[in-house]
């Protein structure tokens, strides 16, 4: 193919199709696209991370075994996941000594040379939901539609590897898929693909920005659903919108905000959430302890898991986090693990805190804005990630 017309047709490709996917998600998500600038990887001393002695370590053990699930398949990692295997209820002096020993801390800086990053946060909601409809509970939540395509360019481009596109057949032609208020609106892709059915709007679109949540059903027994797919249109931060409308002050514009703002303005609120076009589908999870599934493929800890950008975070890996409380200048300085990603979390310095499950975890999470550092703890050896030396 002639050069020029490679290159436009490369160009052109994202705005066919609408968008890669997004949103979090507790089942593996497609690949981002390359990083469009390189983050720095700078080597240093333990001392250096604030926190580091006092943190209570023992409360991440878990989830860095659990990490270890999937990362002990990578040779950099195999000798020092072994290892840990092999300590039973380790001590923090032990956690920190074994850590210490096997690892190496890089404070990851961000392409344009800063160090501060954004730290925001997320939960497990728990809805209200039937899985027949009713007066009460007419909001679905929709399965995959079978009608949803996935492209993988990379046999014909090598440089899309990390792209995958969705669409659907049109004739003969792919087109976008149908957006949020095309969806909502009870395209005939989504009939029969209903899971459940909830009693408020707004409750549902925040569960398509978790990821993943519990719905309470008629006869008191929970079920657990998670990110399946994604409609491949862009996620847009109806917080924002309000901001800039002139809707909410900057400072109100959280999870809680939106969802007084709704309450005041149900008119209104369609208008609102079809501006974000992106759409998540679910799936249902069998029973399980502990979290929810995230990026990983391993249930996440409650105050130890992050969600990450994996074009700068290796996944799976232990990172140091130096934050402070939502709302409050008090350090929040402690081991986390990368186990999960999301449409939202784009940046090398830029983590999502899972807080847990249930309403006082909603309203962490949903107060979460924090400037915050972030050092990579890798084993010696093991490459950094996008190829940095």
Same mark, same amino acid.
């Given at each position: ?78 000798? +020092?996941?072994?290892? #840990? !295997? ?5 001590? /923090?002096?032990?956690? $920190? &000594?074994?850590? =210490?020993? @096997? ?46 395509? +996935?492209?993988?360019? #990379? !046999? ?5 590897? /990390?792209?995958?596109? $969705? &669409?659907?057949? =049109?004739? @003969? ?62 996620? $847009? ?153």
């Amino acid at each position: 193919m002639n050069p020029l017309l490679r290159r436009l047709a490369l160009a052109c490709l994202p705005l066919l199709f609408a968008a890669c996917a997004q949103l979090p998600a507790p089942k593996p998500p497609p690949p981002p696209p390359k990083a469009e600038g390189q983050a720095a990887y700078r080597l240093g001393e333990w001392s250096a991370l604030p926190g580091w002695r006092e943190d209570e370590l023992s409360a991440a053990w878990g989830a860095f075994l659990q990490s270890c699930r999937s990362l002990k398949a990578k040779p950099a990692w195999d000798e +020092t996941c072994a290892a #840990a !295997s092999q300590l039973k209820a380790p001590s /923090n002096e032990e956690i $920190r &000594g074994f850590f =210490e020993a @096997r690892l190496l801390p890089y404070r990851i800086v961000n392409p344009d040379g800063s160090e501060d990053g954004l730290v925001t946060g997320y939960y497990e909601p728990l809805l209200n939901g039937s899985r027949s409809r009713s007066a009460r509970f007419r909001y679905p939540l929709y399965g995959v539609p079978d009608d949803l395509l +996935t492209i993988d360019l #990379a !046999s014909v481009y090598p440089e899309l590897k /990390n792209l995958r596109l $969705r &669409g659907r057949m =049109e004739g @003969r032609k792919v087109v976008p898929y149908w957006n949020r208020g095309e969806i909502e609106s009870g395209t005939s892709s989504v009939k029969g693909k209903e899971l459940f059915w909830v009693d408020d709007a707004i409750d549902l679109f925040f569960l398509q920005i978790q990821g993943s949540g519990r719905i309470l059903l008629p006869d008191g027994s929970l079920a657990r659903v998670g990110y399946a797919d994604q409609n491949g249109h862009p996620y $847009r931060s109806v917080g924002k919108r309000l901001v800039d409308s002139g809707e909410l002050p900057l400072e109100k514009a959280s999870m809680q905000g939106i969802k007084d703002w709704a309450t005041k303005n149900p008119a209104k609120l369609k208008e609102l959430l079809d501006y974000n076009a992106s759409y998540v589908f679910f799936r249902e999870l069998p029973s399980q302890e502990g979290g929810p599934l995230g990026a990983l493929g391993v249930p996440l800890t409650e105050a130890r898991s992050i969600a990450v950008d994996p074009r700068y975070v290796t996944l799976g890996a232990p990172v140091y986090l130096a934050a402070t409380w939502p709302n409050s200048d008090r350090p929040l300085q402690r081991l986390m693990m990368a186990q999960d990603t999301g449409g939202a979390i784009r940046g090398a310095v830029r983590a999502d805190f899972f807080w847990g499950f249930g309403p006082e975890a909603g309203k962490l999470a949903g107060a979460m804005r924090q400037r915050g550092q972030m050092w990579l703890l890798l084993p010696k050896g093991a490459p950094l990630p996008g190829g940095n030396p």
